[in-house]
């Protein structure tokens, strides 16, 4: 089945600076790739998602970049606010979209974005 | 977009009580809902899919006689945790996308507490 493999396990910046996390998936199916946001006892909020026919997609100050060759994404998250602080998983699943197909989550990163 | 309502929210209940917990699908036809179980500073493992209709899918390691999931409508799904003990104190989450394009949301988790 699939793997997916997220680092690092925690990450702590200054306010302002960016961040990024990177995951890595084994099976070469996936092809839809989504971002989830958890605060502390609340549930996954999708913050971006994307799919193997692109390369990057970009929201304003979050962007997200795909490397089907080597099997790894990345989130990139730039000017960090304080509000950013979260738990941030990546996850992989095979299908047009995640809509009737179970995601495989990463380990998770805990941001922490200092003043 | 899609919403899911779960509840209850949070559970507190004796050993031996078998504890049911409900998602709702507010502006789309769930045709599939996943059961989720995260247990503190750790990454969602996916439990079980249920589809409308059908038996659900365990994943390996998931006792069927002890989660029971029950998915009689397009719009609600249940997870049963039958005769809790406290090794199933967890946070459990369901998901859902509806089809097409969706991407996966969740609900706001139930918290559950054994005593």
């Known amino acids: 089945g699939e793997n997916v493999e997220q680092h690092p396990s925690t990450l702590s910046v200054q306010e302002g600076d960016s961040a990024v996390i990177k995951c890595t998936y084994s099976?070469?199916?996936?092809?839809?790739f989504p971002w989830y946001k958890q605060e502390l006892g609340k549930r996954p909020q999708l913050i971006i998602d994307?799919?193997?026919?692109?390369g990057e997609k970009k929201d304003q100050r979050i962007a997200v970049t795909l490397n089907k060759t080597a099997k790894h994404f990345s989130l990139h998250i730039t000017e960090t606010q304080p509000e950013d602080s979260a738990v941030y998983f990546c996850?992989?699943?095979?299908?047009?979209?995640?809509?009737?197909?179970?995601?495989?989550f990463g380990t998770g990163t805990q941001l922490k974005v200092e003043l | 977009g899609a919403v899911v309502s779960q509840h209850p929210s949070r559970v507190i209940c004796k050993s031996g009580t078998s504890v049911k917990i409900e998602c709702r699908s507010l502006?789309?036809?769930?045709?599939?809902m996943f059961w989720y179980r995260q247990f503190p500073k750790k990454s969602l493992m996916l439990m079980a899919t249920s589809n409308e209709g059908s038996k659900a899918t365990y994943e390996q390691g998931v006792e069927k006689d002890k989660f029971l999931i029950n998915h009689a409508s397009l719009t609600l799904s249940t997870l049963t945790v039958t005769s809790a003990h406290p090794e199933d104190s967890s946070f459990y989450i369901c998901?859902?996308?509806?089809?097409?394009?969706?991407?996966?949301?969740f609900g706001d988790g139930t918290r559950l507490s054994i005593l």
């Open positions: 994307i799919r193997s026919n692109v």
């Open positions: 996850a992989a699943s095979k299908g047009v979209t995640g809509g009737g197909n179970k995601l495989t």
């Open positions: 998901s859902s996308g509806g089809k097409g394009n969706q991407p996966q949301h």
């Open positions: 099976d070469s199916a996936s092809n839809y």
């Open positions: 502006d789309f036809q769930a045709t599939t």
